[in-house]
């Protein structure tokens, strides 16, 4: 992988991670454009992970420190009951991790069909999403939390969108959206920090793990201040409604990538 190439992933990365349009897929299909060796990138495809988490904290530092404050209060609050929230959602994709990574890995091998398809299931999401009413939002339980959690784990499989599949989720359950952002996007801060982690002890980061250093170092800046900008503007269009235009794109593109490996 060269810097140009890692450059753009690092963009697709940044701008598809909020987006409910699926990262992952998006990458998948870039790596096939761009003639990148898919079976060599997953340290690639961590670190970009990595980086868009470092967005997050930086678009919510302040409820990330309201939180942490209550939480070290060490007694029953609403920052208190959100970390447990958190890690009842954890549950779904840790035993996801802990009993089918390789399974998990094996898919990232620029199966477009498999792609295409589950973008069709990310369409789906997001126009149920909007189609499903409640008359009356509601707060997050622990019976929410981990049924987006489900989704969250099935959000694995590139094609789904992770914050398109728990987003979707929590709006279809019928609760508040500016909750259902918030905790969409910090549900997946500890996982894919302990995915970073993880492949750092193991050494994937290595020259020899298939991608250089320097195109790591691109891909994740990149992908960090693209990312930036896609997390506020997403939780915007999440209150303004607007996520059947997603479910559209994704529609659209799922077609494209179905016929493309068909024919």
């Not at 678009?59 to 920052?79: A, M, Q, S, Y």
């Amino acid at each position: 992988m060269d810097i140009i190439q890692a450059l753009i992933l690092g963009i697709i990365q940044g701008l598809t991670e909020f987006l409910p349009v699926s990262s992952s897929g998006h990458l998948e299909i870039a790596k096939i454009l761009l003639n990148v060796e898919v079976k060599e990138t997953l340290s690639f495809s961590v670190a970009v992970h990595g980086a868009t988490v470092l967005s997050t904290i930086v678009v919510f530092w302040k409820d990330i420190v309201t939180i942490t404050k209550g939480l070290f209060k060490f007694r029953w609050n609403e920052e208190t009951k959100f970390v447990a929230f958190i890690i009842i959602s954890m549950i779904p994709v840790g035993l996801v991790g802990a009993f089918f990574k390789d399974s998990v890995e094996e898919l990232f091998n620029g199966n477009i069909l498999l792609v295409g398809l589950m973008l069709l299931v990310t369409a789906v999401l997001l126009t149920l999403s909007m189609v499903i009413k409640h008359k009356k939002e509601k707060e997050i339980t622990f019976r929410d939390a981990f049924i987006i959690g489900i989704a969250q784990a099935v959000a694995v499989i590139p094609g789904i969108s992770r914050s398109g599949a728990t987003i979707a989720t929590g709006l279809m359950l019928g609760k508040r959206r500016p909750e259902v952002a918030r905790f969409s996007f910090l549900m997946v801060l500890i996982p894919i920090l302990g995915a970073n982690f993880l492949d750092i002890i193991s050494g994937s980061f290595s020259s020899d793990a298939g991608v250089g250093t320097l195109p790591i170092i691109v891909g994740f800046v990149s992908a960090f201040v693209v990312g930036l900008f896609a997390c506020k503007f997403m939780i915007k269009l999440i209150n303004q409604k607007r996520l059947i235009w997603f479910a559209l794109y994704c529609a659209v593109v799922a077609i494209i990538a179905i016929t493309s490996s068909i024919f």
